[in-house]
């Protein structure tokens, strides 16, 4: 404990702190620690998950309402719509054969660069 870690009070000033709330806490504090500081740090954190679930469903309702279940309408539309698969495509796509239409070129060097050749 440093020197100025309490605070010097006078004999009428330490009887007026002692009768006051904050005294009156700070000793029974010291007596039971968990009691007075503990459970009421406890308390607020779980009333505090409580108030904030609230918070946390309206998040949830929110993606709920995004994600829905399609009806036989919306099904057909979206076969309608998509691409046709063939597998030449496929087959072509994967053996990169569409990628051929381009060439390495270096890039041209500034004029005292080296050349980073080993």
Do not use: H
């Not at 004999?11 to 007026?16: D, H, I």
């Not at 496929?90 to 990628?99: A, D, V």
């Amino acid at each position: 404990m440093s020197f100025g870690a309490k605070k010097f009070r006078s004999r009428r000033q330490q009887l007026a702190y002692e009768a006051s709330f904050a005294g009156k806490y700070q000793k029974r504090l010291k007596k039971n620690p968990f009691l007075y500081f503990g459970l009421p740090f406890c308390g607020m954190i779980v009333l505090g998950s409580y108030w904030l679930a609230g918070f946390t469903q309206v998040k949830i309702d929110r993606d709920d309402r995004r994600v829905q279940e399609m009806n036989e309408t919306d099904i057909i539309n979206v076969k309608k719509n998509q691409r046709k698969f063939d597998i030449k495509d496929e087959y072509y796509k994967l053996q990169g054969l569409s990628e051929e239409e381009w060439e390495p070129v270096r890039v041209k060097r500034l004029k005292d660069e080296s050349e980073n050749v080993w």
